[in-house]
């Protein structure tokens, strides 16, 4: 079925001064009837805080994610983002997606250039801030030897990268998509641990 865009949502300022707040109150969720992956949960995240989910596989903190980016709805509670600045609140939906910047799991590169796969987040993106982006998440120094650089062809699925690579390509482009809420879903575990920090 087509999502929900509820109106509400347009309230929340991308670009407002007071950060946003992330909320679950008394959150149950099951993809199948009688099968919970979670189970009355509760989370905030608040402006400017790095909040970890940590656990073995398999224990709902990618589900917890798709929670949050509004992608499935809690079958009890509530899941709301607060813009700090004004309080105003809404559900997380569709609309309230255009907050964050997302980094899943596994490989999220496409066949192209290296500035087409940045660009998907911010079209109009100068070289300059895709260099700037590619610098922050430790990627300009591979893509800086390839002898077209930006414009260097990737295969689909980061074809021709290490998986290493491409999770840095991956986390430019969230960052230079500059949404005021940053997830990442196992985006690091392709990399050193110099890397990572």
């Known amino acids: 079925p087509r999502e929900a865009h509820l109106p509400e949502s347009g309230g929340l300022d991308a670009r407002g001064g007071g950060g ?3 909320r679950m109150e008394h959150v149950t969720f099951s993809y199948r009837a009688g099968d919970r992956v979670i189970t009355d949960s509760a989370f905030r995240a608040a402006p400017g805080e790095i909040v970890a989910l940590v656990g073995p596989s398999g224990e709902g903190k990618t ?9 499935v709805c809690p079958g009890e ?18 609309e309230t997606r255009r907050l964050f910047a997302y980094v899943p799991q596994g490989n999220t590169i496409f066949s192209g250039t290296v500035a087409e796969n940045m660009r998907l987040v911010k079209e109009s993106a100068t070289d300059e801030e895709i260099i700037e982006a590619l ?18 062809p990737v295969g689909e699925r980061g074809k021709g990268l290490s998986e290493g690579q491409a999770q840095r390509l991956a986390l430019a482009r969230a960052l230079l998509r500059d949404a005021p809420i940053l997830l990442l879903d196992e985006a690091t575990s392709a990399l050193d641990v110099a890397t990572e920090r």
Not at 80 to 90: H, I, K, P, S, Y
Not at 137 to 149: I, L, T
């Open 135 to 152: 610098k922050l998440a430790c990627a300009w120094e591979f893509v800086e030897k390839r002898p077209e650089q930006i414009n260097s």
């Open 63 to 71: 589900t917890l994610i798709r929670l949050i980016l509004g992608l």
């Open 20 to 22: 946003f707040e992330v």
């Open 77 to 94: 509670g509530s899941v709301v983002l607060r813009d700090c600045a004004t309080g105003r609140e809404a559900p997380a939906n569709a």
